[in-house]
C-alpha cells in the first residue's frame, strides 16, 4: 500500500545513512528517533507509539514493486507516491461538486491505496452555561489493522483540533503539517458563527483531517488515530497526558532563546527553501486578496444586473412596436445574471478555499523553517559550548552526537516532506487555476448562446418583416 | 429669406429653400461608426414639389473638433471647441464627392439653429442636440467637456445631428438651415435678423407651463360618451354660446387630435422617465465590469513574479500572467463601444422633450383657443343684454346704471355697434385661429408618424447592435480564457 511504503521511506530516509531498505526499517524502529509514527524529532517528550505490526511487509512489498536500490530513488518513488495520492479530499459521503468528481475518478484508479477514509460534516451548535461552540461530526472508515473497529463516529470542536495540530507539530517538528483554518476571521464578521463561515471551516476542517490521512508519517500518528476513534471523555483524558504545563511552557522558553542566537549557517539547500518560502508566502497572499477582490467585484456586478433586464420589460409596456426586442434582451440580460450567479459560486469553491489554504500553508512553512533552525541552533550552541568550555567534553560530545542525528533526520525529514509539498502545491494550483478558466469559458459560452439565439429572432423577423411588406 | 408675418397668431413661415435633393439622408460620415444610424430612408414622396436646384445628393460631417480660445461677449478669454463641418456634393455617374463647403461651428451655434427650428416648426419633432454637459458617467468618464473622448463623442452627436436635419422632409429645405452649412460669417446676425426670438412664446420655455386648458382632450368625451354631439364640456357652458366654437367641439377628428396630444405628453414622460433609468442602470453595470476585469490585472503581475522562484511552472504561470493582461484591458475598447450604444438611446432621451414641446405648443393653440371663445361668447352676451335690456350676468356697468342712471339710447347703440365690430373681428379670428389649430394637428400628427417610425427602427436597431455588442465581447472571453487555460493546463 502506497501509504505504508512511503512511510517506511521516510523512516529510511532520515535513520540510518548507510543500511539498505528493510534492514533499516526494523532497526528504525528501535530508536528513539526515526520512527515514522512516533515522529522524526527525537525530543518529542510523547507520542512515542510503536510501530504499526502490518506496516512492515507491505513496505517490503512496496519495494519490491518498485524495486528500488538507491535512496535518492526513494525520494523519487516517494514523490511519486505523492503524486498518486490525491490531495482533493475524497470522500463517500460528501456531496460533490463536478470539479471534484473529475479529481475522485483519478483516485479511484487506485482504489487499494487508500485505507483511512475520513469525512466532517454535521455542524451542530452547542450551548452551556459558559460558552457556545460548534461541533462537528467526523465519520472515519478503515481497513487497518491498528484501528479496532472499521467504523467510528465521533464529535469534535476546533479547541480539539488545535490540540491535534499542536501534537503532530510537537511530534514531528520539520513535517509539514496541513494548516487548520482560521480561529476566526475578524474582517467583515458581523456575527461569530454565520452559515457561511461555519461551512467555509467545515470544508477545510475535511481538507485538513483528509491531508493527514494522506501523508505518509502522519497518517500513523497516534494523536490522530486517538482524535478519530475516541470518544469525547477519552480525549479529554488522552489529551491530559503527556508534558505537563511547565514543561512545555520550558520548551518554547528554549526556543525563544536559540532563535534570539540566530542560525550560524544555514546549508545551501534550506536557504533556497526559505527564499522560496519568503517569495512563495508573499504572492500566494497576493493572490488570495486578488482573488477575493475578483469575488467581490462579480457580487456587485451582479446587484447591478438584476436591476437591468427588469427595466427593459418596464420600457416595453410603452413600446408596443418594440416589445419583443425589449422583453428578449432584458430575458437574455437575466439568463446571463444566473450565469454569472454560477460563475461566482464556481470561483468560490474551486479557487478561493484553495488558494486561502496555501495562504495558510505558507504560514505553516515558515513555522516548520523555523523549527528546523532552532533545532540546528541546539547543535550549534553545543558545539561552541564545546570549543569554548573545556569541562564535559565526554558528555558534551556525547549530546552533540544526538544532536547530530537529530539535524539530520530533521533535515532529511523535511527535504523529503518539500517535495511532497511542492509537488502537490503545483498539482493543486494548477488544477484550482484551470478551473477558474474553465468556469470563465463556461460562462462565456453560455452568455454568446443566449445573445446569439436573441439576435437570431430578431434578424429573423426582420426578414419576415421586410417579406410581408414585398408582398 | 422672406421675413415671417408680424402677426404672432400665424404660423410663420420660414423660407422655403431650394431641396437638398431627394435622398439627403444616408449620407456617409467621414468619420464613420455613426452613419449606420442615420440612414434613414429619404423624405417621402411628393414632398418636394418646389424647385429642385440641388438634384445631386449631399454629404455633410462633422469631421474635426478643435480646441480654440477667444473673446467672448464681455470681452473675457474663453476656451471653447469648434467643430468643422464639411459639405460635400455627389455627382450621380461616378459617385465622387466634391467638397463644397467646409466651415467651423461652436456648440452654441448648434444650439443656435436648433432654438430658430423649434420657433419656426413648432409642429415638428426637432432633431435634439447631443449633451451640453456629460451625464450619466460611470466613473473612468470624465465629466469634463474639454475631455477628447467627451469631444469625440459630442463631434458624432453633432454630426448626428446635422444628418437628422437634412433628412427631415421639411427641415431640410429651411434656408437658415442651408446658411448654417455654408455661410460662416455672418450667419448669426441672420438668424437673428429673423427675429425668431421675438416670436418665440416665452410660455414655452416655461418649464412648468400648465395651461389651465379646459379642453385638454375631450377625455370625458372619449371616456363616457364617444359621441361628436355632447358637449357638456369645460366652461364653455352656455346656451347661445358662440357657434364656431361648439361646432368645432362636434367634430370628431378634433376630438380625437386632443386626446392624441395627452396620450404623446405621457408617453414622452415616460419615454423620458425609463430611458434615463435604464442608462444609469447601465452606467452602474459598466463601472461593476469594468472592477471586474480590471483586477485581472494583477494577476498578471503577481504570475510574472511568482514565475521567477518556479522551475516546472514557471513557464506556464508567466504566459498566463500575459493573458490576464489582455483579458483586463479587452474592458477598455468594450466600454467605448458601449457608450455609443448609450449615446444612441440619449438621443431619444432627448427626442422625448422634442415631443413634449410639441405638445406643448398644442397646448397653447388650444388654451389661446379657448381664450378667444370665452372672450367672443362673453362679448355676445354683453351685446345681447345691450340689446334686450335685460341683465342676465353681473356687471359693472350695470350695477353703475342702476347706481348713477341708465345712459341714453344713443350711448347704448353706439356701444352696440362697437361690440357687433368686435365680435365680427372675433368670429373672424377664432375662425381662423381653428383653421390653424387644425392645420397644426394634422401637420404635427404627420411629423410624429414619421418620428415614431424613425424611432422603432432606430431602437430596434440599437438593441440589436447591443447584442452584435454583448456577443463580441463573449468571443473575446471565450478566447482569453481558453489560451489561459491552455497555459494553466501545462504549468
Same mark, same amino acid.
Given at each position: 500500500?502506497?501509504?505504508?511504503?512511503?512511510?517506511?521511506?521516510?523512516?529510511?530516509?532520515?535513520?540510518?545513512?548507510?543500511?539498505?531498505?528493510?534492514?533499516?526499517?526494523?532497526?528504525?524502529?528501535?530508536?528513539?528517533?526515526?520512527?515514522?509514527?512516533?515522529?522524526?524529532?527525537?525530543?518529542?517528550?510523547?507520542?512515542?507509539?510503536?510501530?504499526?505490526?502490518s506496516?512492515?511487509?507491505?513496505?517490503?512489498?512496496?519495494?519490491?514493486?518498485?524495486?528500488?536500490?538507491?535512496?535518492?530513488?526513494?525520494?523519487?518513488?516517494?514523490?511519486?507516491?505523492?503524486?498518486?495520492?490525491?490531495?482533493?479530499?475524497?470522500?463517500?459521503?460528501?456531496?460533490?461538486?463536478?470539479?471534484?468528481?473529475?479529481?475522485?475518478?483519478?483516485?479511484?484508479?487506485?482504489?487499494?491505496?487508500?485505507?483511512l477514509f475520513?469525512?466532517?460534516?454535521?455542524?451542530?451548535?452547542?450551548?452551556?452555561?459558559? *460558552?457556545?461552540?460548534?461541533?462537528?461530526?467526523?465519520?472515519?472508515?478503515?481497513?487497518?489493522?491498528?484501528f479496532?473497529?472499521?467504523?467510528?463516529? $465521533?464529535?469534535?470542536?476546533?479547541?480539539?483540533?488545535?490540540?491535534?495540530?499542536?501534537?503532530?507539530?510537537?511530534?514531528?517538528?520539520?513535517?509539514?503539517?496541513?494548516?487548520?483554518?482560521?480561529?476566526?476571521?475578524?474582517?467583515?464578521?458581523?456575527?461569530?458563527?454565520?452559515?457561511?463561515?461555519?461551512?467555509?471551516?467545515?470544508?477545510?476542517?475535511?481538507?485538513?483531517?483528509?491531508?493527514?490521512?494522506?501523508?505518509?508519517?502522519?497518517?500513523?500518528?497516534?494523536?490522530?488515530?486517538?482524535?478519530?476513534?475516541?470518544?469525547a471523555?477519552?480525549?479529554?483524558?488522552?489529551?491530559?497526558?503527556?508534558?505537563? &504545563?511547565?514543561?512545555?511552557?520550558?520548551?518554547? $522558553?528554549?526556543a525563544?532563546?536559540?532563535?534570539?542566537?540566530?542560525?550560524?549557517?544555514?546549508?545551501? *539547500?534550506?536557504?533556497?527553501?526559505?527564499?522560496?518560502?519568503?517569495?512563495?508566502?508573499?504572492?500566494?497572499?497576493?493572490?488570495?486578496?486578488?482573488s477575493?477582490?475578483?469575488?467581490?467585484?462579480?457580487?456587485?456586478?451582479?446587484?447591478?444586473?438584476?436591476?437591468?433586464?427588469?427595466?427593459?420589460?418596464?420600457?416595453?409596456?410603452?413600446?408596443?412596436?418594440?416589445?419583443?426586442?425589449?422583453?428578449?434582451?432584458?430575458?437574455?440580460?437575466?439568463?446571463?445574471?444566473?450565469?454569472?450567479?454560477?460563475?461566482?459560486?464556481?470561483?468560490?469553491?474551486?479557487?478561493l478555499p484553495?488558494?486561502?489554504?496555501?495562504?495558510?500553508?505558507?504560514?505553516?512553512?515558515?513555522?516548520?523553517?523555523?523549527?528546523?533552525?532552532?533545532?540546528?541552533?541546539?547543535?550549534?550552541?553545543? $558545539?561552541?559550548?564545546?570549543?569554548?568550555?573545556?569541562?564535559?567534553?565526554?558528555?558534551?560530545?556525547?549530546?552533540?552526537?544526538? &544532536?547530530?542525528?537529530?539535524?539530520?533526520?530533521?533535515?532529511?525529514?523535511?527535504k523529503?516532506?518539500?517535495?511532497?509539498?511542492?509537488?502537490?502545491?503545483?498539482n493543486?494550483?494548477?488544477?484550482?487555476?484551470?478551473?477558474?478558466?474553465?468556469?470563465?469559458?463556461?460562462?462565456?459560452?453560455?452568455?454568446?448562446?443566449?445573445?446569439?439565439?436573441?439576435?437570431?429572432?430578431?434578424?429573423?423577423?426582420?426578414? *419576415?418583416?421586410?417579406?410581408?411588406?414585398?408582398? | 429669406?422672406?421675413?415671417?408675418?408680424?402677426?404672432?397668431?400665424?404660423?410663420?413661415?420660414?423660407?422655403?429653400?431650394?431641396?437638398?435633393?431627394?435622398?439627403?439622408?444616408?449620407?456617409?460620415?467621414?468619420?464613420?461608426?455613426?452613419?449606420?444610424?442615420?440612414?434613414?430612408?429619404?423624405?417621402?414622396d411628393?414632398?418636394?414639389?418646389?424647385?429642385?436646384?440641388?438634384?445631386?445628393?449631399?454629404?455633410?460631417?462633422?469631421?474635426?473638433? %478643435?480646441?480654440?480660445t477667444?473673446?467672448?461677449?464681455?470681452?473675457?478669454?474663453?476656451?471653447?471647441?469648434?467643430?468643422?463641418?464639411?459639405?460635400?456634393?455627389?455627382?450621380?455617374?461616378?459617385?465622387?464627392?466634391?467638397?463644397?463647403?467646409?466651415?467651423?461651428r461652436?456648440?452654441?451655434?448648434?444650439?443656435?439653429?436648433?432654438?430658430?427650428?423649434?420657433?419656426?416648426?413648432?409642429h415638428?419633432?426637432?432633431?435634439?442636440?447631443?449633451?451640453?454637459?456629460?451625464?450619466?458617467? #460611470?466613473?473612468?468618464?470624465?465629466?469634463?467637456?474639454?475631455?477628447?473622448?467627451?469631444?469625440?463623442?459630442?463631434?458624432?452627436?453633432?454630426?448626428?445631428?446635422?444628418?437628422?436635419?437634412?433628412?427631415?422632409?421639411?427641415?431640410?429645405? @429651411?434656408?437658415?438651415?442651408? +446658411?448654417? +452649412?455654408?455661410?460662416?460669417?455672418?450667419?448669426?446676425?441672420?438668424?437673428?435678423?429673423?427675429?425668431?426670438?421675438?416670436?418665440?412664446d416665452?410660455?414655452?420655455?416655461?418649464?412648468?407651463?400648465?395651461?389651465?386648458?379646459?379642453?385638454?382632450?375631450?377625455?370625458?368625451?372619449?371616456?363616457?360618451f364617444?359621441?361628436?354631439?355632447?358637449?357638456?364640456?369645460?366652461?364653455?357652458?352656455?346656451?347661445?354660446?358662440?357657434?364656431?366654437?361648439?361646432? @368645432?367641439?362636434?367634430?370628431?377628428?378634433?376630438?380625437?387630435?386632443? #386626446?392624441?396630444?395627452?396620450?404623446?405628453?405621457?408617453?414622452?414622460?415616460e419615454?423620458?422617465?425609463?430611458?434615463?433609468?435604464?442608462?444609469?442602470?447601465?452606467?452602474?453595470?459598466?463601472?461593476?465590469?469594468?472592477?471586474?476585469?480590471?483586477?485581472?490585472?494583477?494577476?498578471?503581475?503577481?504570475?510574472?513574479?511568482?514565475s521567477?522562484?518556479?522551475?516546472?511552472?514557471?513557464?506556464?504561470?508567466?504566459?498566463?500572467? !500575459? !493573458?490576464?493582461?489582455?483579458y483586463?484591458?479587452?474592458?477598455?475598447?468594450?466600454?467605448?463601444?458601449?457608450?455609443?450604444?448609450?449615446?444612441?438611446?440619449k438621443?431619444?432621451?432627448?427626442?422625448?422633450?422634442?415631443?413634449?414641446?410639441?405638445?406643448?405648443?398644442?397646448?397653447?393653440?388650444?388654451? @389661446?383657443?379657448?381664450?378667444?371663445?370665452?372672450?367672443?361668447?362673453?362679448?355676445?352676451?354683453?351685446?345681447?343684454?345691450?340689446?334686450t335690456?335685460?341683465?342676465?350676468?353681473?356687471?359693472?356697468?350695470?350695477?353703475?346704471t342702476?347706481?348713477?342712471g341708465?345712459?341714453?339710447?344713443?350711448?347704448?347703440?353706439?356701444?352696440?355697434?362697437?361690440? %357687433?365690430?368686435?365680435?365680427? %373681428?372675433g368670429?373672424?379670428?377664432l375662425?381662423?385661429?381653428? +383653421?390653424?389649430?387644425?392645420?397644426?394637428?394634422?401637420?404635427?400628427?404627420?411629423?410624429?408618424?414619421?418620428?415614431?417610425?424613425?424611432?422603432?427602427?432606430?431602437?430596434? %436597431?440599437?438593441?440589436?447592435?447591443?447584442?452584435?455588442?454583448?456577443?463580441?465581447?463573449?468571443?473575446?472571453?471565450?478566447?482569453?480564457?481558453?489560451?489561459?487555460?491552455?497555459?494553466?493546463?501545462?504549468?
Amino acid at each position: 500500500m502506497g501509504t505504508l511504503g512511503g512511510a517506511g521511506l521516510a523512516a529510511a530516509a532520515c535513520g540510518a545513512r548507510t543500511l539498505g531498505m528493510e534492514g533499516e526499517r526494523r532497526a528504525s524502529q528501535a530508536r528513539s528517533s526515526g520512527l515514522p509514527a512516533g515522529g522524526a524529532g527525537g525530543e518529542s517528550p510523547g507520542g512515542d507509539a510503536p510501530l504499526p505490526g502490518s506496516s512492515g511487509s507491505s513496505a517490503l512489498l512496496q519495494a519490491e514493486v518498485l524495486d528500488l536500490d538507491e535512496d535518492e530513488d526513494d525520494l523519487e518513488v516517494f514523490s511519486k507516491d505523492a503524486s498518486l495520492m490525491d490531495m482533493n479530499s475524497f470522500s463517500p459521503m460528501m456531496p460533490t461538486s463536478p470539479l471534484s468528481m473529475i479529481n475522485q475518478v483519478k483516485f479511484e484508479d487506485e482504489p487499494d491505496l487508500k485505507d483511512l477514509f475520513i469525512t466532517v460534516d454535521e455542524p451542530e451548535s452547542h450551548v452551556t452555561t459558559i *460558552e457556545t461552540f460548534i461541533t462537528y461530526r467526523i465519520i472515519t472508515k478503515t481497513s487497518r489493522g491498528e484501528f479496532d473497529s472499521s467504523e467510528f463516529e $465521533v464529535r469534535r470542536r476546533y479547541q480539539d483540533f488545535l490540540w491535534l495540530k499542536e501534537k503532530l507539530e510537537e511530534a514531528h517538528p520539520t513535517l509539514i503539517i496541513p494548516p487548520l483554518p482560521e480561529k476566526f476571521i475578524v474582517k467583515g464578521m458581523v456575527e461569530r458563527f454565520n452559515d457561511d463561515f461555519i461551512e467555509t471551516r467545515r470544508k477545510a476542517l475535511h481538507k485538513f483531517l483528509n491531508r493527514i490521512a494522506d501523508h505518509p508519517t502522519l497518517t500513523f500518528n497516534e494523536d490522530f488515530k486517538v482524535f478519530l476513534t475516541a470518544q469525547a471523555w477519552e480525549l479529554s483524558s488522552h489529551k491530559k497526558q503527556g508534558p505537563g &504545563l511547565f514543561s512545555r511552557m520550558g520548551q518554547t $522558553v528554549r526556543a525563544v532563546a536559540l532563535s534570539m542566537r540566530g542560525v550560524k549557517s544555514r546549508p545551501e *539547500e534550506f536557504m533556497e527553501m526559505n527564499n522560496f518560502i519568503e517569495i512563495f508566502s508573499q504572492k500566494i497572499n497576493l493572490i488570495d486578496k486578488i482573488s477575493q477582490r475578483i469575488y467581490k467585484e462579480q457580487r456587485e456586478y451582479l446587484d447591478e444586473m438584476k436591476e437591468y433586464g427588469p427595466i427593459h420589460i418596464l420600457w416595453s409596456a410603452s413600446e408596443e412596436d418594440l416589445v419583443d426586442s425589449l422583453k428578449g434582451v432584458a430575458s437574455c440580460l437575466d439568463k446571463c445574471c444566473k450565469t454569472t450567479e454560477e460563475r461566482m459560486s464556481g470561483l468560490s469553491e474551486a479557487l478561493l478555499p484553495v488558494i486561502h489554504e496555501y495562504v495558510l500553508y505558507s504560514e505553516m512553512l515558515m513555522g516548520v523553517m523555523k523549527r528546523r533552525d532552532q533545532i540546528q541552533a541546539e547543535l550549534d550552541s553545543k $558545539v561552541e559550548a564545546l570549543t569554548s568550555k573545556k569541562a564535559d567534553t565526554d558528555l558534551l560530545t556525547e549530546e552533540i552526537g544526538k &544532536l547530530e542525528d537529530k539535524v539530520e533526520c530533521a533535515n532529511n525529514a523535511l527535504k523529503a516532506d518539500w517535495e511532497r509539498w511542492k509537488q502537490n502545491m503545483q498539482n493543486d494550483i494548477k488544477s484550482a487555476f484551470t478551473n477558474m478558466a474553465e468556469e470563465n469559458i463556461h460562462y462565456y459560452e453560455q452568455c454568446l448562446a443566449t445573445w446569439e439565439s436573441f439576435l437570431t429572432s430578431q434578424t429573423d423577423l426582420h426578414l *419576415e418583416e421586410d417579406s410581408e411588406d414585398k408582398l | 429669406m422672406e421675413q415671417a408675418p408680424a402677426d404672432r397668431e400665424r404660423l410663420p413661415q420660414p423660407a422655403p429653400l431650394e431641396p437638398l435633393g431627394r435622398r439627403a439622408a444616408g449620407l456617409e460620415s467621414v468619420a464613420g461608426a455613426e452613419a449606420e444610424r442615420a440612414r434613414d430612408e429619404g423624405p417621402g414622396d411628393g414632398m418636394m414639389t418646389e424647385n429642385n436646384f440641388w438634384l445631386k445628393k449631399i454629404e455633410i460631417s462633422v469631421s474635426e473638433a %478643435e480646441k480654440r480660445t477667444g473673446r467672448n461677449a464681455m470681452n473675457m478669454q474663453e476656451t471653447y471647441t469648434a467643430y468643422l463641418i464639411e459639405t460635400r456634393s455627389v455627382e450621380h455617374i461616378d459617385g465622387q464627392s466634391v467638397l463644397t463647403d467646409s466651415l467651423w461651428r461652436r456648440y452654441s451655434e448648434f444650439e443656435l439653429l436648433r432654438n430658430y427650428l423649434l420657433v419656426y416648426y413648432p409642429h415638428i419633432v426637432v432633431p435634439p442636440l447631443p449633451e451640453k454637459r456629460a451625464e450619466f458617467v #460611470w466613473h473612468k468618464l470624465s465629466a469634463d467637456n474639454m475631455d477628447p473622448d467627451f469631444v469625440e463623442r459630442r463631434r458624432i452627436g453633432l454630426e448626428n445631428f446635422l444628418l437628422r436635419v437634412a433628412s427631415h422632409p421639411i427641415l431640410c429645405r @429651411d434656408k437658415i438651415f442651408y +446658411l448654417f +452649412l455654408t455661410q460662416e460669417g455672418n450667419w448669426k446676425e441672420t438668424v437673428n435678423e429673423t427675429g425668431f426670438q421675438l416670436k418665440a412664446d416665452s410660455r414655452l420655455k416655461a418649464l412648468n407651463a400648465t395651461f389651465r386648458v379646459k379642453n385638454p382632450d375631450n377625455s370625458v368625451i372619449r371616456r363616457h360618451f364617444r359621441s361628436p354631439l355632447h358637449t357638456e364640456v369645460g366652461g364653455i357652458r352656455d346656451g347661445e354660446g358662440s357657434e364656431c366654437c361648439r361646432g @368645432d367641439l362636434r367634430n370628431d377628428q378634433r376630438a380625437t387630435g386632443k #386626446w392624441r396630444f395627452t396620450e404623446l405628453k405621457h408617453y414622452s414622460d415616460e419615454l423620458q422617465s425609463v430611458i434615463s433609468h435604464l442608462l444609469r442602470v447601465r452606467a452602474r453595470v459598466a463601472d461593476r465590469l469594468y472592477g471586474v476585469y480590471k483586477v485581472h490585472g494583477n494577476y498578471g503581475r503577481v504570475f510574472s513574479e511568482w514565475s521567477a522562484i518556479e522551475k516546472e511552472m514557471g513557464d506556464g504561470l508567466q504566459s498566463a500572467g !500575459h !493573458h490576464m493582461d489582455v483579458y483586463a484591458s479587452s474592458i477598455d475598447d468594450i466600454l467605448e463601444d458601449e457608450e455609443h450604444y448609450a449615446d444612441q438611446l440619449k438621443e431619444y432621451l432627448f427626442y422625448a422633450e422634442a415631443l413634449r414641446a410639441v405638445c406643448r405648443k398644442h397646448e397653447l393653440t388650444q388654451y @389661446d383657443l379657448e381664450m378667444a371663445a370665452q372672450d367672443l361668447a362673453s362679448k355676445k352676451q354683453q351685446c345681447e343684454e345691450l340689446a334686450t335690456g335685460t341683465v342676465r350676468t353681473f356687471s359693472l356697468k350695470g350695477m353703475t346704471t342702476k347706481l348713477f342712471g341708465q345712459e341714453t339710447p344713443e350711448q347704448r347703440e353706439a356701444r352696440i355697434k362697437v361690440l %357687433e365690430e368686435q365680435i365680427n %373681428e372675433g368670429e373672424q379670428q377664432l375662425k381662423s385661429k381653428n +383653421l390653424e389649430g387644425r392645420e397644426f394637428v394634422k401637420n404635427a400628427w404627420a411629423d410624429i408618424e414619421r418620428f415614431k417610425e424613425q424611432k422603432n427602427r432606430d431602437l430596434k %436597431e440599437a438593441l440589436i447592435s447591443y447584442a452584435i455588442m454583448q456577443i463580441s465581447m463573449c468571443k473575446k472571453g471565450i478566447q482569453v480564457w481558453t489560451n489561459a487555460k491552455e497555459c494553466f493546463s501545462k504549468m
